[in-house]
């Protein structure tokens, strides 16, 4: 169960009603039971149930069961597309290990705004599922020209584009450190955006093979073939 709270020795925990409505009233749950806590920051850790209602309950931290389990520093900046196929974007990010979750408004984006606040659960709930005790942030939308404009150098950027069939970027071959993936819209990259991404010294142009993918499966296929090559 994913919690705000700190998790520690002898740590006790308050639910909110929420948290209490699913550990007592879906769970079946109740005072004397255990169940294993995570807060993305302290690692997975075993608690017993010391009181129980239905506007909320606490727990006590017995201890630590998996330490906090970082993944390596990859981010996944994408052009968000219809809501579901967005939400599936982000439950497999964090699924897959992407430390960060950029939203970001290209030139061909349809979206004006997203709901921050429900991708970052979706976020959590991956987490969760995954057995996973890190949470990767999600960001709100922001302009991909503003985030180029304060790019750090050092974080590589693999650059996925149907254009570059034929020339192959040897991820295999890449260096380990900062990564991100560049995922565009349902309208790719415009020629303005594709010639800044391409001029950026440590942005590497990588094909997902011959087939055009829609955004969602691009997303899934970039963060398979990077973490077959880079990740852990
Ligand atoms: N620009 C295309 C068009 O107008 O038909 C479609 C863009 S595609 C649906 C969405 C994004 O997925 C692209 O911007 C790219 O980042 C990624 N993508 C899709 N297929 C790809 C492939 N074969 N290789 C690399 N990236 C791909």
């Given at each position: ?47 017993q ?26 981010w ?5 597309i ?20 950029i ?92 010639a ?24 899934v ?6 973490q ?5």
């Amino acid at each position: 169960l994913y919690v705000e709270h700190p998790l520690g020795e002898e740590q006790p925990v308050e639910l909110t009603k929420p948290q209490a409505h699913y550990l007592f009233g879906v769970m079946r749950q109740a005072v004397g039971g255990e169940v294993a806590l995570f807060n993305g920051r302290d690692g997975e850790w075993r608690a017993q149930i010391t009181s129980a209602g239905k506007r909320g309950g606490e727990l006590l931290c017995l201890e630590q069961t998996a330490p906090l389990m970082v993944p390596p520093d990859l981010w996944l900046c994408f052009a968000p597309i219809k809501k579901a196929r967005t939400d599936f974007i982000v439950e497999k990010a964090a699924e897959m290990g992407a430390r960060r979750i950029i939203p970001m408004q290209t030139e061909f984006t349809n979206a004006e705004r997203i709901r921050q606040d429900r991708l970052q659960a979706h976020a959590v709930e991956a987490a969760e599922q995954c057995g996973g005790t890190f949470v990767p942030e999600v960001d709100d939308l922001q302009r991909m020209s503003a985030l180029l404009d304060g790019w750090d150098a050092t974080r590589r950027i693999m650059f996925c584009d149907e254009a570059k069939v034929g020339e192959a970027f040897d991820l295999g071959a890449a260096e380990r450190g900062p990564w991100a993936i560049f995922i565009g819209p349902e309208g790719g990259f415009s020629e303005p955006e594709r010639a800044r991404l391409h001029g950026l010294t440590h942005a590497h142009p990588v094909a997902l093979g011959p087939r055009i993918l829609r955004a969602d499966t691009a997303a899934v296929a970039a963060l398979t073939l990077w973490q077959k090559a880079l990740g852990d």
